[in-house]
């Protein structure tokens, strides 16, 4: 076998082994849970300065 090969899978083996930290850490932490209320977050910020605006202009 090349030595590329082996540079290869290991490459495939440490992106893979991130992967699955990454969706542990997400799990473990909580990053995933609610994602009904997450989806709506970025509207509700982006209209509370809307509303104050109004009130002082």
């Known amino acids: 076998m090349y030595p590329a090969t082996f540079l290869v ?4 083996a440490l992106m893979f082994s991130f ?7 997400a ?12 989806r709506r977050l970025p ?3 982006d209209l509370q300065p809307n509303m104050e605006r109004q009130r002082n202009g």
Do not use: Y
Request: proline share 0%.
């Open 9 to 12: 899978i290991a490459a495939v």
């Open 19 to 25: 992967w699955v930290g990454f969706l542990l850490w």
């Open 27 to 38: 799990w473990r932490s909580g990053q995933l849970d609610d994602q009904q209320e997450l």
């Open 43 to 45: 509207l509700e910020d």
